[in-house]
């Protein structure tokens, strides 16, 4: 019981290997793309406000982060009905997730 392989399908073979190899090479990045370990060095001296987008400079963004960060606390005004109706929300999803079936 031997294999018997014939001419055209050991070139049917070589054809789809072929075809299936340069397909791959189609997945690669192009070569003068930056390799990304590349990028995660390099130091980023530029910088956005998350205020208003505008470009900063380091020392700048490092003052806007301090200001941001040591701003004053926010206190909204809310009615007194308002709270009480966040606070129940919130104590009926802190109950609903110990006891799901509750409170449908």
Sequence with gaps: MGLKLSATSILGSIVCLFALAT?????????????????????????????DGKSLTPAQYAELQAQLEAGPPIDPKLSPQVRRTITLLRLRQFIRTFFPFLLR
């Design 23 to 51: 397909e791959f090479a189609y997945a690669l990045p192009p070569a003068e793309d930056t390799p990304e370990e590349i990028l995660r060095t390099e130091i980023i001296t530029e910088a956005r406000s998350p205020v």
